[in-house]
């Protein structure tokens, strides 16, 4: 029997609730597969800062150093409560910014998958959508302007200044593409080199590495979007759209307009892979304004539980299950907080309920 260690880190706000629906998956998994899973939960983000006085504790390394993946909630605090910690010890750059970097985790997978029975949470209009909306964001992870070199001050005019640079180097550009264009081989063929290259020199060298790596992917075809004109087309025509690359920050901004063609952020989980280690987390926030309130979209978490499934386990017949799953429960007309107001007709699910409701679909599944 296969045994898997998996990291939990519940996070902050929703995190634990949505967490608790991403096990009860697991143990459905376990159940019925040749495999263990020995699940550690372990403290990370701002409920960690407040615990253990440190938003990445050592202990928590310790666990992700052995763990053969993990999985991450959510992290975060209102504006106000975020005031309460020092801004470099903040959740976002005390703890998820140093995890990306210390697993190296630079392949950032963010699928916008928007199939038909789905279609009617998104805002576009039916005519847009066409037989329905599967996009592979592929996000460089751990470079750019959120790892480069930061300096505050005041400058010789008296004035305060900052100067935060975006910067790569060719092995970066590179690791990223050969991750891009085999993804694209695998669905495709088509990829789409988000950059901006009539104005920064970063967007230059990100192309010539793309054209040389192209080289050993010619049944690929590439086609270059600015940055910009990608964010117009997404909205306009979303279909064009297969494999998308892009570095860091575009990544971030163009990823949260996926989820808004989705409807939800709540329907964007994702994928975060190194060379050695990986975690899968949702792309959205912790949301504390329904924290405790059993009325979060676990969409989000439950998918990455799938996504790891898939690229940590090999499962793959158990990710597409799981995937079927939950959009089954969609298709069958419930819906969670997030998605639909109240009164508008939907049976709306809370987190819990979408969770059994997911459970119950897999189990009619079969993993044969
Ligand atoms: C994301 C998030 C993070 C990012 C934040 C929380 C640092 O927005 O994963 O997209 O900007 O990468
Ligand atoms: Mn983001």
Redesign the pocket.
């Given at each position: 029997m296969t045994s898997y260690k998996i990291a939990l880190l519940d996070g902050d706000g929703i995190g634990p609730e949505i967490m608790a629906e991403a096990v009860k998956i697991l143990k459905l998994v376990e159940s019925r597969n040749d495999v263990t899973f020995d699940l550690i939960h372990t403290p990370f983000g701002a409920s960690a800062w407040f615990e253990c006085g440190s938003a990445f504790p050592d202990q928590t390394k310790a666990v992700c150093d052995e763990a053969d993946a993990i999985l991450k909630g959510p992290i975060?605090l209102s504006h106000e409560e975020s005031k309460k910690i020092p801004v470099d010890e903040q959740p976002?750059r005390g703890a998820?910014?140093p995890m990306r970097r210390r697993y190296n985790t630079y392949a950032n997978f963010r699928p916008v998958y928007l199939p038909k029975g789905l279609a009617h949470f998104s805002p576009l209009k039916p005519e847009i959508i066409g037989e329905g909306i599967d996009i592979m964001m592929i996000r460089e992870l751990v470079g750019g302007l959120?790892f480069g070199h930061k300096e505050t001050g005041i400058n010789e005019d008296g004035r305060r200044y900052v100067t935060e640079s975006l910067e790569y180097d060719e092995d970066q550009i590179k690791r990223i593409m050969k991750v891009a264009f085999k993804t694209a081989m695998k669905r495709k063929k088509v990829l789409h080199n988000i950059h901006k290259s009539n104005v920064l020199k970063s967007s230059v060298l990100w192309n010539e590495v793309m054209e040389e790596v192209h080289a050993d992917y010619p049944e690929v075809e590439v086609i270059n979007i600015l940055v910009d004109a990608a964010a117009t087309y997404l909205c306009l025509k979303p279909t064009m759209f297969d494999t998308m690359v892009m570095e860091n920050m575009f990544g971030?901004i163009l990823?949260d307009q996926g989820g808004g063609i989705l409807g939800s952020l709540g329907l964007m989980p994702s994928a975060c892979m190194g060379d050695k280690k990986a975690y899968y987390e949702p792309?959205h926030?912790s949301a504390p304004d329904i924290a405790g309130k059993n009325i979060a979209n676990p969409y989000s978490m439950i998918g990455s539980v799938a996504m790891m499934l898939e690229m940590s386990f090999g499962m793959d017949m158990e990710a597409k299950n799981l995937w079927h799953s939950m959009q089954s429960v969609f298709a069958d007309g419930f819906s969670t907080a997030d998605l639909s107001k109240e009164g508008s007709g939907v049976t709306m699910l809370s987190t819990s309920d979408f969770g059994n409701k997911v459970a119950d679909a897999f189990l009619k599944t079969s993993n044969a």
């Open positions: 975060g976002e998820l910014l959120y971030d990823s792309s926030g």
